[in-house]
């Protein structure tokens, strides 16, 4: 094959949009969901993921996007304790839920201690995938709770391994979260 | 004293960043305001032959559709680049209708929310005029041609010293080798962003994700026929950039465009898939590296030839030669740098452009070279180790790398290395260990900063730089405290703002031997300032005395002369006539580059754990011991070498932009299908540094770190692959399909 046919193959299936329902603006959907303690009635488009809603409409934008694909786990927040990727889920899915943000982490300015154990052991660099970080240790943590076998080095990696940190800080990411989970089990 | 240098503090930006607070560009929502998507080139070559963008236009709440029919005016071609700008690159702003790569932007959709918009661009039905692109070095080869100038230092295209056929004849022992590294893509996890925003129709602020806020002034400023004054580009905290950020790319300019025509503010934010094309790339590069030696080891030839890919429309040539010029003494030594044109999105600067690829080639060379002689591969190195740069004929600045061998190799415990490949076997794992050298040059350029006493007591220091993740915030924040004489606590540092002093881009590794210089003269000029008054002040208890006879030390005054009589900076600050005082200082680079080579060396130690039948590779161990200047905040120093090691392991085993070469387009532009280590991918990483103060490179004896991680640490996993299994591999990622 010749690639100048391809490539007009490819142009000649480009208006695939058009065959696709288009919402619109019109078409609204009432939701409550609890941000942070916080209760929001909202309508929303229901196209909006829950990232671009905190992000966008609530200003909450320590959730962060980086891929908006579910790929590298800035968005990460909490949905009932349990981490979730933000931008993989439609806002209007979350009617009922309570969502917890990095803003929503530290209670009348204290640190939670993954926060204070991230500063001390330098568990970031330009900090853009911190607040995912934070919200998938928080996650983690839950998820262990309460087990006999104790959480390791080897685990803690592999359970993190959802947030991708470009700065490369994983080494201090691992001891930032050991150290909380030492003061957790001891 | 105690000094604030040299001290392990916490970044001081660390609770804005682990709270969410930190704010960078994409968040700044202001009212009004505006969401543009770019529509993107999916052909590589040819031309737009037609945009329908009526569906687009119908589709609720889009605002403008904006296209080359669109007529954007500019006030200079974006291909009119300024010569004293190395970090300018040709644009494509819809001027025309042609397309000179795949994911270039050819339409930007504005809508009143972002659904609409993304809903918008993918209306918006673009055919094109396709051509047959050519993105391989091998399809391009003939028309390979040799540039006068290599970007980053602007190095010669070529080089040579000595006779290297006269010096191959005399070897016993010869190698020649091919050595490739692929197209890599940066991939900071805050994706491009700019907000803009305009004053009037002369008036223009940009919240931009930039490594350079002057440099996008000033290229935003000339292609929109601004005066300079009148843009103000801010960019508090930037998600990363690793040379992706330095230059000013077309969406900025388009950001900025899109806000003239709808007069709103417009936030446009990359895509991921977005950041495979238009904002840069490290080109491939073909290394041919030809080594003679004697069987004592000593060098007498070395040579490199290397091939790497330019666009069609700008020319940046990743200077991946220069390490072999200058990392060993031996008296034959050629290089060549060849560029093919390809229709790609131009490669630019990546995190240690040059030396990376660079000293990945040449040491993995090294260690070929040292099993052919069956000698150890440290030995080899110190064998033929350069007391100075023998490429430029300077004498090194400070050079310690001597030290960095012994300190790594004592830590990481290479004296038990056993030299056989496959003979460290652990059980079912191959284990293997590597080494490799480190190298990054020692830049400099002209920076400014301004220190201030306010009358409460706080002392403010602004310079214009950014923080990208290196711990500007909390090394300038040191070095002022240092300079002037309080603790750090009581400085408030700020950056990111085209109204501070101006500073250079956040790039080659010059942050602190630049900005941290202005920062340093400023704080000591503003200290001197404050002594000078005091003894003139009828006021103080230092009055009368000389100001040499004054120390100034954790926030208080006192005569050297007379222990008791002190004044605290807060008693000083509270008797000001004035609102504040300050010092504004220019500082620039001397004559040291002409007489010094200014150079940072380290040695990198890697084990790997290689799974016997599957190929697997894990980096379960690094050591990295770097001579690298005086280090300015052993926390954050920490992290920046041991992120660039990361690099390393990642530019191995990982990076890989794979090209799809009959049309042009990379396939694997997302997170999940261009590797990037995981947590799981790393292992334990060690890092010293030589207690190293080099005062020729600047007034506080800083070479910098963001980028010398990344050097030799490719090779050094490389090598170790090699320990473990025997299998050489020359052509990266090291992939588990190469070593089965």
Redesign the interface.
Known sequence: MNVASLSAGIAATVPLAEAQTVPSASEIVDCAITVNGREYALTLDPRITLLDLLRERLHLTGAKKGCDHGQCGACTVLSGGTRINSCLSLAVTHNGDFITTIEGLARNGDLHPLQAAFIEHDGFQCGYCTPGQICSAAGLLNEVRGRAKPLDDAEIRERMSGNICRCGAYPNIVAAIKAVRGRVAG | MPSAIGEPL??V????????????S??N?LPGMTYAVMVTS??AK?RVASIDSA?ARR???IIAVLTHESKLKLAKSPDDISPDSAADRRLQLLQNDRVLYAGQPVAVVVAE????AQ?GA??A????G????SVSVDASLAGAFIPERLSGAGDPGRSSRGDVQAGMSQASTRLEQVYTTPFQVH?????HATVAVWDGPDGLTLYDATQGIFGARKRVAGLLGLAVENVRVLSP????G?GSKGPTWSHVLLCAMAAREVRRPVKL?L??PQMFGPIGCRSETRQSIAIGAKPDGTLTALKNDVVTHTSSFDDFVEPASTPTRKLYSVPNNSTTQRVVRSDIGTPSYMRAPGEAPGTFALEVAMDELAYALTMDPLALRLKNYAEQDEDGQKPWSAKSLRECYRMGAERFGWAKRSPEPGSMRDGHTLIGWGLGTAMYPARRSPASARARLNRDGSIQVEAGTQ?????TYTTMTQIAADGIGVEPSRVIFRLGDTQFPPTPVSGGSMTTASTGSAVYLAARALRDTIIQRAVVDRNSLLYGAKPAQIAFENGRLSRSDRPGQMETIQHFAAGLGEPYIEAIVNAAPGQEKEEFSPMSFGAQFAEVRVDADLGQVFVSRMVGAFGAGRIINA??A???F??????GVSFALYEHAVYDE??GRIVNN???EYH???????G??DVIWVDEADHHVDPIGAKGIGEIGITGSAAAVANAVFHATGKRVRDLPITLDKLL
């Open positions: 916490d970044r930006d660390g609770r804005a960043k682990v709270t969410g607070g930190a704010v960078y994409a968040e929502n999916t052909i040819g569906a589709a609720p709440g929310t972002l659904e609409a809903e993918r209306l039905q673009v055919r094109y396709p051509e047959t692109p991939n900071p996890m805050e994706p905290y930037v998600g990363g690793f934010v895509a991921r923080e990208i993740g290196g711990g926390k954050t920490r992290s920046n041991m992120g660039g090691m990361v690099w009959r049309l997302n997170l999940a990037v280590p995981v947590n799981a991918d790393i334990d990483i």
